[in-house]
């Protein structure tokens, strides 16, 4: 039996683009979906057995029945790493000034919020995000790609799970006249609110480019 591949999608580090390529190369009948109780993405059966009957136990045994070969969501990685021992765990992680910077647009853009950059970043929860979904066993992960190197990421994981995906480019959020990018105090306060995600990236990173 193919394993299971769960990817950890950390909002607004291509994740929604390797979840179409995904959906293209195994077919929507062998997706499943986790991205809360309310979200119209999530499926059924993990909507009935993750969140409304809280049976994991269950819920890993109708995964194997089924047939499924990619789960995707924005869980962190101990949730479902526990109980599925045979599964294949990915995530991409972004460079941490501009994954912020990149989901600051989006709220503003598309969920309302109409306070500054500053605001945005300061707030707790968008503080050490990355780390937060990986938790204390990032290294519990089989492969990390990288948003910047996205190309050379994708190679890599084809090559590691000998499939065939292809890079989409999707949920993107357009450049805007009127927002003006990072400038030094920004940087340097992200950095400062964020020091295990530009720690995890740093090293992330180091041992991408050692594999060259």
């Known amino acids: 039996m193919e394993p299971l591949i769960v990817l950890v999608h950390i909002p607004k580090t291509g994740g929604t683009s390797l979840r179409v390529a995904a959906e293209h190369y195994f077919g929507p009948e062998r997706m499943l979906y986790d991205y809360g109780a309310a979200a119209m993405l999530t499926s059924d059966l993990v909507r009935e057995w993750v969140h409304e009957k809280r049976d994991l136990e269950r819920f890993v045994q109708e995964v194997a029945e089924g047939g499924f ?22 995530s991409w992680i972004r460079q941490p000034v501009a994954r912020i910077w990149s989901s600051y647009r989006h709220y503003f853009t598309h969920k309302g919020f109409e306070g500054s950059f500053q605001e945005f970043y300061s707030r707790y929860r968008f503080r050490d995000e990355q780390s937060r979904f990986l938790g204390n066993a990032p290294d ?18 084809n090559r590691q799970f000998e499939v065939e995906f292809e890079q989409h480019r999707s949920n993107t959020t357009p450049p805007s006249d009127t927002m003006n990018p990072p400038g030094p105090e920004d940087v340097a306060e992200i950095e400062a609110f964020n020091r295990k995600d530009m720690a995890l990236y740093r090293s992330t990173e180091r041992k991408f480019l050692g594999q060259q």
């Open 69 to 90: 070969r990619f789960l995707s969501g924005h869980f962190q990685l101990q949730k479902y790493a526990g109980v599925m021992p045979d599964a294949r765990f990915v």
């Open 140 to 157: 519990r992960l089989d492969f990390i790609g990288i948003t910047e190197r996205f190309g050379e990421s994708l190679r890599r994981f």
